[in-house]
Nanobody, 125 residues
């Protein structure tokens, strides 16, 4: 199994930056593709970014491309989401998710097996 705990959320003004971290426990992290999703009030879950199990491949939603960067440190069992040039529409609860056993990353939340509890990101105008 993989247990995931997100951190780093908070309140920031538009144009600012935040760095989210997702710490994983369990032996499967290093063979898990990881994804970040977000959900704003009254909206469906939205894919944000994903990274392959080796860290060699990444993929971003068009809405965050060029502003967000996903990375991972397998030695620390942690995946990061660096968010720059934040906009009010980035306001949401951000969740990390794990897809183990060498599967490729996915943009579909139903293809991830493990989820964190989420961290709130609020961007003010």
């Amino acid at each position: 199994q993989v247990q995931l705990v997100e951190s780093g959320g908070g309140l920031v003004q538009a144009g600012g930056s935040l760095r989210l971290a997702c710490a994983a426990s369990g032996r499967l992290f290093s063979i898990s593709s990881m994804g970040w999703f977000r959900q704003a009030p009254g909206k469906e879950s939205e894919f944000v970014a994903a990274i392959g199990w080796s860290g060699g491949t990444t993929y971003y939603a068009d809405s965050v491309k060029g502003r967000f960067t996903i990375s991972r440190d397998n030695a620390k069992n942690t995946v990061y989401l660096q968010m720059n040039s934040l906009k009010p529409e980035d306001t949401a609860v951000y969740y990390c998710a794990a897809r183990p056993y060498y599967h490729n990353y996915s943009t579909r939340p139903d293809e991830y097996d493990y989820w964190g509890q989420g961290t709130q990101v609020t961007v003010t105008s």
